[in-house]
Nanobody, 124 residues
Framework: QVQLVESGGGLVQAGGSLRLSCAGSGRTFSTYAMGWFRQAPGKGREFVGAISWSGGNTYYADSVKGRFTVSRDNAKNTIYLQMNSLKPEDTAVYYC?????????????????WGQGTQVTVSS
């Protein structure tokens, strides 16, 4: 069982930056692939980025590649999403996700564990 708690959301102007954090519980945190998804009003949950259990591999949606960075600190049971050059279309609720199976971490319907979400609003 893994419990996830996101933090760091807020309101930022276009072009600005935010860093989201996701703290996980459980001794097996370091064995899980971790990811970030987002959901804008009226839209489905969209993959943003993911990281393997060791941190050696990262994956990104084309819409955020070059602007967002996923990282993890297994000693702190925490993953991060550094978001730079934010755009109004990045506005959404951002969710942290965990799954023991790496290929699942990019598919919302296959994720085992979710956080409660944190709102990110980018003003133009």
């Amino acid at each position: 069982q893994v419990q996830l708690v996101e933090s760091g959301g807020g309101l930022v102007q276009a072009g600005g930056s935010l860093r989201l954090s996701c703290a996980g519980s459980g001794r097996t945190f370091s064995t899980y692939a971790m990811g970030w998804f987002r959901q804008a009003p009226g839209k489905g949950r969209e993959f943003v980025g993911a990281i393997s259990w060791s941190g050696g591999n990262t994956y990104y949606a084309d819409s955020v590649k070059g602007r967002f960075t996923v990282s993890r600190d297994n000693a702190k049971n925490t993953i991060y999403l550094q978001m730079n050059s934010l755009k109004p279309e990045d506005t959404a609720v951002y969710y942290c996700a965990a799954d023991p199976t790496l290929p699942h971490i990019v598919i919302a319907t296959k994720i085992d564990y979710w956080g409660q979400g944190t709102q990110v609003t980018v003003s133009s």
